[in-house]
T-cell receptor, first 112, second 114 residues
Framework: NAGVTQTPKFRVLKTGQSMTLLCAQD?????MYWYRQDPGMGLRLIHY???????AKGEVPDGYNVSRLKKQNFLLGLESAAPSQTSVYFC???????????FGSGTRLTVV | RKEVEQDPGPFNVPEGATVAFNCTYS??????FFWYRQDCRKEPKLLMS???SGNEDGRFTAQLNRASQYISLLIRDSKLSDSATYLC???????????????FGQGTILTVHP
């Protein structure tokens, strides 16, 4: 049982380049989330989804887009990367939020 | 005021010590509460949920005080392997706009030394 899988694990981008981060879960969870984690800032919610075909903005959505075309996948896109988007990105999923989240192992992104 | 506030530490304690972490939250409508553990360069992992009656899991005890909007985590007989960052996490009330979105504190760093 893989749980939540994020790809890629590491990436270096040049300013202005685009990329997509993939999150896949095999637990049939309804809810999925994208967070970024920066030193001194903690985990901040970027976007989330409460079911297939739905997405919503979180705390820091600017510069990112998301899609949830299939229940098991949640994609995070950066259309034009900026150095301020250098961060560690975590995907998470949950079935019933009262039980907490399961996190993926993270993507370390550096924008130069 | 931050939604979830923790003392960032770091806490440096010897093996065998008892250490307590505190956390306050601002949304009185918050419904569920958790402690997560995060090891260096790893993802957060659920340590335990926090119930109104308080709950214990081995050496770990969590307490919730809704009136004071305060959560605590007590670790007894600290082990070297307990060294990590401990995150206080709060979920909004069902039906509210914050429901389903966990809010994380910045974390408290614990180092247990021999």
């Amino acid at each position: 049982n893989a749980g939540v899988t994020q790809t890629p694990k590491f990436r270096v981008l040049k300013t202005g380049q685009s990329m997509t981060l993939l999150c896949a879960q095999d637990m049939n969870h309804e809810y999925m989330y994208w967070y970024r984690q920066d030193p001194g800032m903690g985990l901040r919610l970027i976007h989330y989804s409460v079911g297939e075909g739905t997405t919503a903005k979180g705390e820091v959505p600017d510069g990112y887009n998301v899609s949830r075309l299939k229940k098991q996948n949640f994609l995070l896109g950066l259309e034009s990367a900026a150095p301020s988007q250098t961060s560690v990105y975590f995907c998470a999923s949950s079935d019933r939020v009262l039980y907490g989240y399961t996190f993926g192992s993270g993507t370390r992104l550096t924008v130069v | 005021r931050k939604e979830v506030e923790q003392d960032p530490g770091p806490f440096n304690v010897p093996e065998g010590a008892t250490v307590a972490f505190n956390c306050t939250y601002s949304n009185s409508a918050s419904q569920s509460f958790f402690w997560y553990r995060q090891d260096c360069r790893k993802e957060p992992k659920l340590l335990m949920s926090v119930y109104s009656s308080g709950n214990e899991d081995g050496r770990f005890t969590a307490q919730l005080n809704r009136a004071s909007q305060y959560i605590s985590l007590l670790i007894r007989d600290s082990k070297l392997s307990d060294s990590a960052t401990y995150l206080c996490v709060v979920n909004g009330k069902a039906g509210g706009t914050s429901y389903g979105k966990l809010t994380f504190g910045q974390g408290t760093i614990l180092t247990v030394h021999p």
